[in-house]
């Protein structure tokens, strides 16, 4: 089994946004989803969403404000899974909520140092 991250990118602006019932209910489909790969042996790490603030630290000690607002994607999120191939990691990401408002999901290998 190789290890692969999976980056979740959506527009912000898009995010669910509902009654406590419906972001509950949408909560659960996240839970679900990672749920079905660990029934499967296959997460290793559900990962965590990401808060939009953060700096850029570029050569020089040079440090700004990120993730940029200009750019309409931003990260929201990662989890690391198990996969025999990239093939089947993409049949995992598949399934990924995300993909239901808009965004998707970025599927790298790790390469391990």
Sequence with gaps: MKDFLLVFRNDASA???????????????WMDWVGGIAAQNKLADRGNRLVAEGKVVRPGKLVTDGPYTEIKES?????????????????????CPILLVGGNVEVRQINPM
């Design 15 to 29: 995010a669910p946004q509902g009654s406590p019932e419906e972001m509950q209910a949408w909560t659960k489909r």
């Design 75 to 95: 990260i929201g999120g990662y989890t690391l899974i198990k996969a025999a191939s990239l093939e089947e990691a993409v049949s995992l990401a598949e399934g």
